[in-house]
């Protein structure tokens, strides 16, 4: 079965990095695209980034651009968030997310939270 889970969190100071993790099993991890979400309390579910199959394309939403980076190691089933400049308002869960074959598959999730 499809598992995803997530690692790397932690509390960091503002200006702070983190590297986040997801592993992946249970399908044939080259063949998806996948995606990083987070949820901050209080607040809806929303996309970071996302990386194509080979890692040749990638998206960010606006608040994230230039600050954080998806990568993938398809060999080690793997995807990464680089995480850097953070600050107060990055404070969530960290979601790793696959789609596949109509359904979509979600992480345990990971908390990031940012504060002096």
């Known amino acids: 079965q499809v598992q995803l889970v997530e690692s790397g969190g932690g509390l960091v100071q503002p200006g702070g990095s983190l590297r986040l993790s997801c592993a992946a099993s249970?399908?044939?991890?080259?063949?998806?695209?996948l995606s990083w979400y987070r949820q901050a309390p209080g607040k809806e579910r929303e996309l970071v980034a996302t990386?194509?199959?080979?890692?040749?394309?990638?998206n960010y939403a606006a608040s994230v651009k230039g600050r954080f980076t998806i990568s993938r190691d398809n060999a080690k089933k793997t995807v990464y968030l680089q995480t850097n400049s953070l600050k107060p308002e990055d404070t969530a869960v960290y979601y790793c997310?696959?789609?596949?074959?109509?359904?979509?598959?979600w992480g345990q999730g990971t908390q990031v939270t940012v504060s002096s």
């Open positions: 990386i194509t199959t080979t890692g040749s394309s990638t």
């Open positions: 997310y696959l789609k596949r074959q109509t359904r979509d598959y």
């Open positions: 249970g399908f044939p991890f080259s063949s998806y695209a």
